[in-house]
C-alpha cells in the first residue's frame, strides 16, 4: 500500500451531542486498507458512539466522512454497507434458530450474490470459511455454536455484504484465551487481503499484538494518535486516564487481615457434569481467585453457591450451618451475592433509571422496613455514582444510554450497596476501562479488609495475581490445584497450571 494512497475510511471533524451533551468533539480519525487501528479511551468516552455514526446508527451533528477519498454521507445502516463498511457487534445480530449458512447471507437488501436457496448458499458460506481459514460447520443451527463461532459468523456475514472496513468492539471480551488467539490469526489474515480494522478493546496486551496503530479518544476528544512502535504502554495509559496510573497490580500481602473463621465451606459438590466434587473453604477477609479456561466450571461454581443452578450432590455451609440454597433469592438471604458475568443481560432494567438500577436490591431488602424515600434513593445513588465513577449525565438518566463499561460499573455498584457477606464477582473488569480497573481492585481489597469474604473469577491473570490471596485453578468441572498465592512466582507459572502442565 503506497503511502499516498487514500485512506480506507477518514473521519474528520466530528462533533456530536445527546442532547445538551457533547460526546465527541471535532475527532478526526483515520483508518487504511490492511491496518489494525486500535481504539481506546475511558469508559463513555465516545469510541462506540464514534462508530456508530460510521455504521449509520446516530447522526453526527457536524463533520465528513470520506471512503477511498471520496465524500460519503452515511444516513443510514444501509448507506454504511453500501460503502463496504461491516459491523462485529457486540450484541451478535444473527438469529439462533437459523443455520450458520442461513445467517451469513440474510440480509434484506441484495448482496452481490442476489437471492439465493440454501443450498447455495451452505456452498457459498463453506468457501467463505474456507478462505478465512477457520473451521466452522455452515450447517449447523447458531443457538447451539459456543461464542467464538458466533463472532467468526458475524465476520463472514460482513465479509458476504463485502466490506471493506471492519469494525470490532471489544470483540474478546467474551472469549477463552484460544479462541481469542484464532481471532488474532483471522485479523492477519484479513489484513493481508487489505481489509481494514478498526478495533475497539480496553486491553493493552491485545493492542500492542495487532494493531498497527492507535487513537485515544478523551471526553469525546482525540488526544492520541500513534504508531505502536512509538509509544510506550505508559505513555497509552497516561492519554487514556489524563494522568499518569498507579500501579495496580502490584501485589499486596494481605495475610495479616485474614481471620481465622470459616465463613464459606463447600464439601464434595457437584451439580451435573459442570461441576465435579468441589471442595474449598473460605475464610473472614479472604479473597479467593477462581482460575481456569472456558468450561472449567468456574462460572457453574459461583452459580451454584448463588442457587442459580441445582447441586446434585454435596454439602454447603456458611457460618458452618448447613444451608439449602435452592434459588438466587436464598442466597441473598444469606448475604452471599454474585455479580454475573453477562451483566447487562442479567443485572440491568435498560429503561428504568441508573438510580433504579442502582438500588434496586436494597428496595427489595429493605422494603418490608417501609418504603424507601425517593431522597434517600437518590441520595445513596449519588453515592454510588461517585464511588465509581459512574458516567452519567444525571442520575435519573435512563441506564441504557450509558457506555458499556458504565453499565457494568451500574450492576457492580448495585450489588455492593446489600453489604453481603460473601461476594462473588465472574470477570467483573471485563469492557471495564484501566482506571476503573484499579478502582474496582482496590475495592475488592477494602471489603475483603472490611472482614467480608471474596471469590473472584477472572481471565486476566495479573489481575488475578494481584487480589487474591489464594487461587484454585479448576479443570472439568473439578479442583486441580490449589495455589497458596505466596506459592505462585510467575503469571507463567499460573499459566501453565492452567493449562494442566504444572
Ligand atoms: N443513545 C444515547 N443517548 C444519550 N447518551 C448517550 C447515548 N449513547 C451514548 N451516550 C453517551 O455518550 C457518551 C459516550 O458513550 P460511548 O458509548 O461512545 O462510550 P465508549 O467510549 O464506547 O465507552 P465504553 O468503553 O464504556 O464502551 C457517554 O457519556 C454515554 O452516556
Ligand atoms: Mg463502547
Same mark, same amino acid.
Given at each position: 500500500?503506497?503511502?499516498?494512497?487514500?485512506?480506507?475510511?477518514?473521519?474528520?471533524?466530528?462533533?456530536?451531542?445527546?442532547?445538551?451533551?457533547?460526546?465527541?468533539?471535532?475527532?478526526?480519525?483515520?483508518?487504511?486498507?490492511?491496518?489494525?487501528?486500535?481504539?481506546?479511551?475511558e469508559n463513555g468516552?465516545?469510541k462506540s458512539?464514534?462508530?456508530?455514526?460510521?455504521?449509520?446508527?446516530?447522526?453526527?451533528?457536524?463533520?465528513?466522512?470520506?471512503?477511498?477519498?471520496?465524500?460519503?454521507?452515511?444516513?443510514?445502516?444501509?448507506?454504511?454497507?453500501?460503502?463496504?463498511?461491516?459491523?462485529?457487534f457486540q450484541e451478535f445480530?444473527?438469529?439462533?434458530?437459523?443455520?450458520?449458512?442461513?445467517?451469513?447471507?440474510?440480509?434484506?437488501?441484495?448482496?452481490?450474490?442476489?437471492?439465493?436457496?440454501?443450498?447455495?448458499?451452505?456452498?457459498?458460506?463453506?468457501?467463505?470459511?474456507?478462505?478465512?481459514?477457520?473451521?466452522?460447520?455452515?450447517?449447523?443451527?447458531?443457538?447451539?455454536?459456543?461464542t467464538?463461532?458466533w463472532?467468526?459468523?458475524?465476520?463472514?456475514?460482513?465479509?458476504?455484504?463485502?466490506?471493506?472496513?471492519?469494525?470490532?468492539d471489544e470483540p474478546t471480551a467474551s472469549l477463552a484465551?484460544?479462541?481469542?488467539?484464532?481471532?488474532?490469526?483471522?485479523?492477519?489474515?484479513?489484513?493481508?487481503?487489505?481489509?481494514?480494522?478498526?478495533?475497539i478493546s480496553h486491553r493493552?496486551?491485545?493492542?500492542?499484538?495487532?494493531?498497527?496503530?492507535?487513537?485515544?479518544?478523551?471526553?469525546?476528544?482525540?488526544?492520541?494518535?500513534?504508531?505502536?512502535?512509538?509509544?510506550?504502554?505508559?505513555?497509552?495509559?497516561?492519554?487514556?486516564?489524563?494522568?499518569?496510573?498507579?500501579?495496580?497490580?502490584?501485589?499486596?500481602?494481605?495475610?495479616?487481615?485474614?481471620?481465622?473463621?470459616?465463613?464459606?465451606?463447600?464439601? $464434595? %459438590? !457437584?451439580?451435573?457434569?459442570? =461441576?465435579?466434587?468441589?471442595?474449598?473453604?473460605? &475464610?473472614?477477609? /479472604?479473597?479467593?481467585?477462581l482460575?481456569?479456561?472456558m468450561?472449567?466450571?468456574r462460572t457453574e461454581l459461583v452459580n451454584?453457591l448463588f442457587g442459580i443452578l441445582?447441586?446434585?450432590?454435596?454439602?454447603?455451609?456458611?457460618?458452618?450451618?448447613?444451608?439449602?440454597?435452592?434459588?438466587p433469592?436464598?442466597a441473598i438471604?444469606?448475604?452471599i451475592a454474585l455479580i454475573p458475568e453477562d451483566r447487562r443481560a442479567q443485572g440491568l432494567v435498560l429503561d428504568h433509571p441508573v438510580t433504579e438500577n442502582l438500588t434496586l436490591p436494597l428496595l427489595e $431488602? %429493605? !422494603?418490608?422496613?417501609?418504603? =424507601?424515600?425517593?431522597?434517600?434513593?437518590?441520595? &445513596?445513588s449519588? /453515592?454510588l455514582i461517585?464511588q465509581f465513577s459512574i458516567k452519567a449525565?444525571?442520575?435519573?438518566i435512563r441506564v441504557g444510554s450509558l457506555s458499556g463499561g458504565n453499565q457494568q460499573k451500574v450492576v457492580i455498584g448495585k450489588w455492593l450497596g446489600t453489604?453481603p457477606?460473601i461476594l462473588m464477582m465472574d470477570e467483573p473488569t471485563a469492557g471495564v476501562d484501566i482506571g476503573t480497573k484499579?478502582e474496582i481492585l482496590?475495592l475488592v481489597?477494602?471489603i475483603?479488609?472490611?472482614?467480608?469474604?471474596v471469590i473472584l473469577i477472572s481471565s486476566e491473570?495479573?489481575e488475578l495475581?494481584?487480589?487474591?490471596?489464594?487461587?484454585?485453578?479448576?479443570?472439568?468441572?473439578?479442583?486441580?490445584?490449589?495455589?497458596?498465592?505466596?506459592?505462585?512466582?510467575?503469571?507463567?507459572?499460573?499459566?501453565?497450571?492452567?493449562?494442566?502442565?504444572?
Amino acid at each position: 500500500m503506497s503511502s499516498n494512497s487514500p485512506a480506507a475510511v477518514e473521519m474528520s471533524g466530528v462533533h456530536k451531542a445527546f442532547g445538551a451533551n457533547p460526546v465527541l468533539k471535532n475527532v478526526d480519525f483515520t483508518v487504511n486498507a490492511g491496518e489494525v487501528h486500535a481504539l481506546a479511551g475511558e469508559n463513555g468516552a465516545g469510541k462506540s458512539t464514534l462508530m456508530k455514526i460510521l455504521q449509520g446508527v446516530y447522526q453526527m451533528d457536524q463533520g465528513q466522512i470520506f471512503v477511498n477519498g471520496n465524500p460519503v454521507e452515511i444516513s443510514d445502516t444501509f448507506d454504511a454497507k453500501a460503502a463496504g463498511i461491516g459491523m462485529v457487534f457486540q450484541e451478535f445480530s444473527l438469529i439462533p434458530t437459523l443455520t450458520v449458512a442461513q445467517n451469513v447471507f440474510l440480509t434484506n437488501e441484495p448482496t452481490k450474490f442476489g437471492l439465493i436457496s440454501d443450498s447455495k448458499a451452505r456452498e457459498l458460506a463453506a468457501e467463505l470459511f474456507k478462505e478465512m481459514e477457520v473451521d466452522v460447520d455452515p450447517q449447523r443451527i447458531v443457538e447451539y455454536l459456543p461464542t467464538a463461532l458466533w463472532q467468526l459468523t458475524e465476520i463472514a456475514k460482513a465479509l458476504a455484504q463485502n466490506a471493506k472496513v471492519l469494525i470490532m468492539d471489544e470483540p474478546t471480551a467474551s472469549l477463552a484465551k484460544h479462541e481469542a488467539e484464532a481471532l488474532f490469526a483471522l485479523i492477519q489474515r484479513l489484513k493481508a487481503k487489505g481489509i481494514a480494522i478498526i478495533y475497539i478493546s480496553h486491553r493493552m496486551d491485545e493492542i500492542y499484538r495487532i494493531a498497527d496503530r492507535i487513537t485515544v479518544l478523551r471526553d469525546g476528544v482525540r488526544v492520541l494518535t500513534e504508531s505502536l512502535t512509538e509509544v510506550t504502554p505508559a505513555q497509552i495509559v497516561e492519554a487514556i486516564v489524563g494522568r499518569q496510573a498507579a500501579a495496580h497490580l502490584v501485589h499486596q500481602d494481605r495475610s495479616d487481615k485474614i481471620r481465622p473463621e470459616v465463613v464459606l465451606e463447600v464439601e $464434595n %459438590l !457437584s451439580a451435573g457434569p459442570k =461441576l465435579r466434587g468441589i471442595s474449598m473453604q473460605v &475464610r473472614r477477609g /479472604e479473597i479467593i481467585g477462581l482460575a481456569g479456561l472456558m468450561g472449567s466450571g468456574r462460572t457453574e461454581l459461583v452459580n451454584t453457591l448463588f442457587g442459580i443452578l441445582k447441586p446434585t450432590s454435596g454439602t454447603i455451609k456458611v457460618n458452618g450451618k448447613v444451608l439449602a440454597i435452592s434459588s438466587p433469592k436464598d442466597a441473598i438471604n444469606n448475604r452471599i451475592a454474585l455479580i454475573p458475568e453477562d451483566r447487562r443481560a442479567q443485572g440491568l432494567v435498560l429503561d428504568h433509571p441508573v438510580t433504579e438500577n442502582l438500588t434496586l436490591p436494597l428496595l427489595e $431488602n %429493605l !422494603s418490608r422496613f417501609g418504603l =424507601l424515600s425517593n431522597s434517600r434513593i437518590l441520595r &445513596r445513588s449519588k /453515592e454510588l455514582i461517585k464511588q465509581f465513577s459512574i458516567k452519567a449525565a444525571f442520575p435519573g438518566i435512563r441506564v441504557g444510554s450509558l457506555s458499556g463499561g458504565n453499565q457494568q460499573k451500574v450492576v457492580i455498584g448495585k450489588w455492593l450497596g446489600t453489604d453481603p457477606q460473601i461476594l462473588m464477582m465472574d470477570e467483573p473488569t471485563a469492557g471495564v476501562d484501566i482506571g476503573t480497573k484499579s478502582e474496582i481492585l482496590d475495592l475488592v481489597r477494602q471489603i475483603a479488609d472490611e472482614g467480608k469474604s471474596v471469590i473472584l473469577i477472572s481471565s486476566e491473570l495479573p489481575e488475578l495475581l494481584s487480589v487474591s490471596d489464594r487461587i484454585l485453578v479448576l479443570k472439568d468441572g473439578a479442583v486441580a490445584k490449589e495455589l497458596d498465592r505466596k506459592d505462585i512466582p510467575t503469571e507463567e507459572f499460573l499459566q501453565l497450571a492452567i493449562q494442566g502442565a504444572a
